[in-house]
């Protein structure tokens, strides 16, 4: 996956996909002790609106000042990391979003218009909730604390568990996801490693992906268990018993090279079991991770053997 510098990807945000009420004519001046600027600045606009909702949410105590710098970069890495998204420390368009959503539960929770942006009635309405709270301070940041007694869940659940436990299919199929929805690019450099959905990083190749699907880390420093190493944690299974979170596996010795191949099964996409949806960190091609619709057993005719994770929960 390409990445871009902070200030690089600020630019290009769509501003109207941030948050309504911070136009061009500058972000509104709240009260209630956050230092957001009144008027509008040469500093970039989409940046200061990450910056005013991360200190909303008592992320980020520096000035709204729309530059990149080590508070805003460790305040979104919190975020990120709260949030399960990939923790880059940028506040691009993916954590721009969430921000929102999470900005919007707690006005729902406040029962205000649910806008997205953490505006002066926000501001106001979260002091009053901590004056009326035994044991908040008033200080119109919704923080752990104000969103722990608004019933509002500040970082999601890791779904998974402890590496290499019992793991139910709902949940591989999630951590898969976190990789498919935001694409890595193909490598099999283990320092190469990517944050997967758990925060830890793991080799983005094949069994790397699946590795991190299934949670399964032989030692902490494991990036993913190999192609040729798989068969020693999985049961081979037959086409007809496949299931979300189940395999597809070619080893290095059956693939007759020095590497094989494996692939997450999602599911059949006929009746006659012909195609199925696919998970997959991909070489060329793609090189990247992707959801694709997939000739059985693979398209390109070889022969990979459908497999189950012996740590599969039914």
């Known amino acids: ?22 136009g061009a004519a500058g972000l509104v001046a709240v009260t209630g002790g956050l230092l957001v600027p009144a008027q509008h600045a040469a500093a970039d606009d989409s940046l200061k609106t990450a910056q005013t909702a991360l200190q909303g949410l008592d992320y980020y105590h520096g000035e709204i000042d729309g530059e990149t710098g080590p508070q805003t ?3 979104t890495k919190a975020f990120q990391e709260d949030r399960l998204l990939t923790v880059d420390g940028e506040p691009g368009p ?3 979003a969430e921000l929102e959503k999470v900005i919007g539960e707690v006005q729902k929770a406040l029962e205000i218009e649910a806008s997205g942006s953490y505006d002066e009635a926000t501001t106001k309405a979260v002091t009053a909730f901590q ?5 908040l301070e008033p200080t119109g940041r919704a923080g752990a604390e104000t969103m722990k007694a608004l019933d509002v869940e500040r970082a999601k659940h890791v779904p998974g568990g402890e590496p290499n436990s019992e793991i139910s299919r709902a949940d591989v199929i999630e951590r898969a996801m976190f990789w498919v929805d935001d694409p890595r690019d193909y490598s099999m450099d283990v320092d190469a490693r990517e944050t997967g959905i758990d925060g830890k990083g793991w080799r983005p190749d094949c069994s790397g992906f699946v ?3 299934w949670n399964l880390r032989r030692s902490d420093g494991d990036g ?3 192609t040729g190493q798989l068969p020693e ?4 299974i037959e086409k007809e018993d496949l299931e979300p979170g189940d395999a597809l596996l070619i080893t290095p010795g059956a693939n007759g090279q020095s590497y094989g191949h494996v692939v997450l099964f999602n599911g059949w996409a006929d009746d006659d079991m012909t195609k199925y949806e696919g998970l997959e960190q991909v070489g060329r091609p793609y090189s990247r991770t992707m959801k694709r619709t997939i000739e059985y057993p693979y ?3 070889k022969p990979f053997d459908p497999c189950r994770y012996q740590k599969i929960a039914d």
């Open 211 to 213: 590795s991190m699907s």
């Open 299 to 301: 398209d390109n005719g």
């Open 73 to 75: 970069e460790k305040a």
């Open 94 to 96: 993916k954590t721009a």
């Open 224 to 226: 993913g268990t190999g």
């Open 1 to 22: 996956m390409t990445r871009t510098t902070s200030t690089t990807r600020a630019l290009h945000l769509d501003r109207r996909q941030l948050f309504r009420g911070a």
């Open 131 to 135: 004056k009326a709270e035994e044991g």
């Open 233 to 236: 944690v999985v049961d081979m």
